[in-house]
């Protein structure tokens, strides 16, 4: 029996941006020949992201959902929550593939699969700085958290028995959200597969680096004294 996978997006101010992605995504998604749901959750947007995502949704297999506050990984959280498949995947609205969602497939015996930018078979076309960012922040992963992934950003999917058990768990939203859970994960004993990836963005990144640093560090602290305070 095939696979069900549940596809979450988390979407903000993307009005302009959507109605070339969704397309292109369901697609791809069509030739996989399983059955799957695109997710996409809007976050506080204050353009008409949320109005133009409903008009795609009366054209293509998508569902729609609101939150009123613009938070990547709260939506996240919503989008997983929600979800009623075997799989729940992440994708970015920039950054997808069915080619990933085939790599799960043929996977057996795993719980999570994590597209890394950093395997040795992936190809990694960001400009540099952006592939250094990712060093420092898997550096940042092993050395405060003791983790032994190589990413945790990106194209993931999770068993939806991994969701069910380790979602209550987690405290982190915006940056860190997926982070926490692959970490838990981790900690947990859930089996864990890396595979390549192509890693193409067909746009340009929205988000500013230098905003997200601080934020990230501290938010790894918290989660470090958060595990730490459990395993007490």
Known sequence: ????????????????????????LTSQLEDL????????????????????????????????????????????????????????????????????????MALKDIDLVIGSKRDPGS??????IR???????????????????SDTHGMKAFRSSVVAEILPAVGSTEDLFDTELVVR????????????VVVE????AKSSLLKRVPRTVAGLWRIRKALRAESR
């Open 1 to 24: 029996m095939s696979p069900s996978f549940s596809i979450v997006i988390p979407v903000f101010n993307e009005a302009g941006f959507l109605p070339t992605a969704i397309p292109v």
């Open 201 to 204: 963005e067909i746009r340009s």
């Open 123 to 128: 190809e990694d076309r960001r400009p540099l």
């Open 33 to 104: 020949d399983v059955p799957w749901t695109v997710m996409i959750v809007e976050n506080g947007s204050t353009d008409d992201t949320a109005s133009v995502a409903r008009q795609l949704a009366g054209e293509l297999p998508i569902e729609v959902v609101s939150l009123p506050q613009p938070d990547y990984g709260a939506a996240m959280r919503r989008g997983f929550e929600l979800a009623k498949s075997d799989w729940v995947v992440n994708f970015d609205i920039d950054y997808f593939s069915a080619d990933f969602l085939r790599q799960v």
């Open 131 to 149: 592939r250094l960012a990712t060093m420092v922040f898997n550096l940042l992963l092993t050395t405060v958290l003791g983790s032994g992934v």
């Open 185 to 196: 994960a981790e900690r947990a004993g859930y089996r864990i597969a890396e595979v390549p």
